[in-house]
């Protein structure tokens, strides 16, 4: 069973008279174990994607899936016990939603009390994982923000939940610490198996990640898989240089058949004016051919 099943994702947002289509069909399934990345520019839809994960939003249409719990059916009760014992959330500027005055070691311990009672020795075991034990009676101002994203990510884990959600998690710390920040989420998916899907518009760490998913305009648009050595040294092996490039890019086709082709490639087809918005499909050799349309006489 996967971890992450959504098909066919819509949610809109209503906002005064107008509906704003944030995702449009979205489809994307993410293993259990897995550590992703998804990337996308601004207002394609990734926040959307993560508060419906994270059960903050509820689906407009579609069918979505967290650990076999049906986001779209659950009871206001059923919701509440996901977002406890599920999923556990890190965002961009954590740090204004935990408490100054306590420790790293108190922060930790109070989601814990919301399931039954305080357990300071996996409040500290967290805090370790992360890389803190030895802030563990720092009281949280006292902390770097980069070491307060850390209690941040011991927050989320301190119910166990099988997922882990990153909203830009390094999106206000300098590059040396978000790497280090990643470094913290790959330990994790490690040693306790979470599935952990990060959002980020850092090139520099999706570079770490096996898989990164991009999302235009509402839809899973590429995926780039990591280049694996081998692949490397096949190509060597036949002469071929090798390009500096870490993950291989593919584009995503729908259940419909639909496809985006890439901004890159658009110009080349000559589409930007949306009069001359046709083109023609053809096979040749075993290739799907894009082709546009030629241009009339006299148009
Ligand atoms: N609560 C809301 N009410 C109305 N519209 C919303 C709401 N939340 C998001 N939107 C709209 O939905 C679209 C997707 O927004 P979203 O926040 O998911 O983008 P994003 O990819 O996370 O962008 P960014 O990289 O800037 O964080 C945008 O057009 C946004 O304006
Ligand atoms: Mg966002």
Redesign the pocket.
């Known amino acids: 069973m996967s971890m992450i099943v959504c098909e066919n994702v819509v949610k809109i947002?209503k906002?005064d008279e107008l509906e704003?289509f944030?995702l449009q069909g979205l489809d994307l399934t993410i293993e259990k174990g897995e550590i992703m990345a998804i990337i996308?520019s601004?207002?394609?839809?990734?926040?959307?994607l993560l508060n419906l994960l994270g059960g903050l939003e509820r689906p407009s249409a579609g069918s979505l899936l967290v650990d076999g719990k049906n986001l779209l059916r659950m009871t206001k009760k059923e919701l509440t016990m996901y977002k406890r014992l599920t999923v556990g959330f890190v965002w961009q500027n954590q740090a204004k939603n935990l408490i100054p005055y306590l420790t790293a070691q108190q922060n930790v311990e109070v989601p814990m009390l919301l399931k039954g009672r305080a357990q300071s020795h996996k409040a500290k075991e967290l805090l370790n994982m992360v890389g803190l034990g030895h802030r563990l009676n720092n009281r949280l101002d006292q902390l770097s923000g980069g070491e307060q994203q850390r209690v941040a990510i011991a927050i989320a884990l301190a119910n166990d939940p099988p997922l882990l959600l990153a909203d830009e998690p390094t999106g206000s710390v300098d590059t040396k610490t978000g790497d280090q920040l990643l470094n913290v989420f790959r330990e994790i998916n490690k040693k306790l198996n979470t599935t952990i899907v990060i959002v980020t518009h850092d090139t520099q760490l999706t570079k770490k990640v096996d898989r990164v998913v991009s999302i235009r305009d509402g839809k899973t648009s590429t995926e780039m898989f990591r280049i694996q050595p081998e692949e490397i040294e096949d190509q060597m092996k036949q002469g071929e240089p090798t390009e500096d490039e870490t993950h291989k890019e593919y584009t995503v086709i729908d259940q419909a058949g639909r496809l985006q082709i890439p901004e890159g490639l658009l110009h080349i087809l000559n589409l930007q004016d949306n009069t001359k918005n046709l083109v023609q499909i053809e096979e040749e050799n075993g290739q799907i051919v894009i082709k546009p349309q030629q241009s009339k006489k006299n148009a």
Do not use: C, L, M, N
């Open positions: 947002y906002a704003v944030a996308g601004s207002g394609s839809g990734k926040s959307t």
